[in-house]
């Protein structure tokens, strides 16, 4: 009974390909985020989704996109991989509601290695 | 944007002595306030959070402080134990216009807890 769900675990592939990544969450969360944590650990947002609609998009390359089919589901996909890439990117999910915040819930991450 | 500091990087403490770290915000419009604890290669998880409408929260050896004012707040853990080693963040988060969170993360801090 996972809550967020990511796959796959790891990800090994060469500069210019084309690789997706796949997160799932059966939290009932409306709101879905994916983050960046680079070598040193630094966490930062690219993309946030609400009811499937792209809600928050950082300064990210546009080899990035995501899509959301559904609110339970938020994919990454990313064209054209460079080195600069590599990272470990974690999807997640929160329930906003009203004007508080409240906790999100991450998934276990996807450790994406270009060659 | 919002900007978050984080000090110190690192931080070593004896077993049972107490940690501190300390992270300031920049913008006032923030108002939601969470650490995040990271054990190596696991998924960041939510350990405490405070509001802005609140100074201080704790929970048994955890407690968060918050300085509105100063745009300070700080996470306190007391009794420490090997367990409690990991990387702490924290955040600060502030809805969008389309009433999202948007999390900015600390650089965060890796705790050593010396048996």
């Known amino acids: 009974d996972t809550a967020v769900s990511q796959t796959p675990k790891y990800l090994v592939t060469q500069m210019g390909n084309d690789k997706s990544i796949k997160c799932e969450q059966n939290?009932?969360?409306?709101?879905m985020y994916w983050y960046k944590q680079d070598s040193k650990k630094f966490l930062k947002i690219m993309f946030s989704?609400?009811?499937?609609?792209?809600?928050i998009n950082e300064t990210v390359p546009n080899r990035f996109s995501p899509k959301s089919p559904d609110k339970a589901h938020l994919n990454l996909h990313i064209n054209s991989l460079e080195l600069g890439d590599s990272a470990v990117y974690f999807c997640?999910?929160?329930?906003?509601?009203?004007?508080?915040?409240?906790?999100?819930?991450f998934g276990p991450g996807t450790r994406l290695t270009v060659t | 944007g919002e900007n978050v500091e984080q000090h110190p990087s690192t931080l070593s403490v004896q077993e049972g002595d107490s940690a501190v770290i300390k992270c300031t915000y920049s913008d006032s419009a923030s108002n939601y306030f969470p650490w995040y604890k990271q054990e190596l290669g696991k998924r960041p998880q939510l350990i405490i959070d405070i509001r802005s409408n609140v100074g201080e929260k704790k929970d048994q050896r955890i407690a968060v402080t918050l300085n509105k004012t100063a745009k300070h707040f700080s996470l306190h853990i007391t009794e420490t134990q090997p367990e409690d080693s990991a990387v702490y963040f924290c955040a600060a988060s502030m809805r969008s216009n389309f009433g999202n969170e948007k999390l900015t993360f600390g650089t965060g801090t890796r705790l050593t807890i010396i048996p």
């Open positions: 997640a999910s929160s329930q906003v509601r009203g004007p508080y915040s409240y906790e999100q819930y």
């Open positions: 939290l009932g969360h409306d709101t």
């Open positions: 989704y609400n009811n499937k609609e792209l809600i």
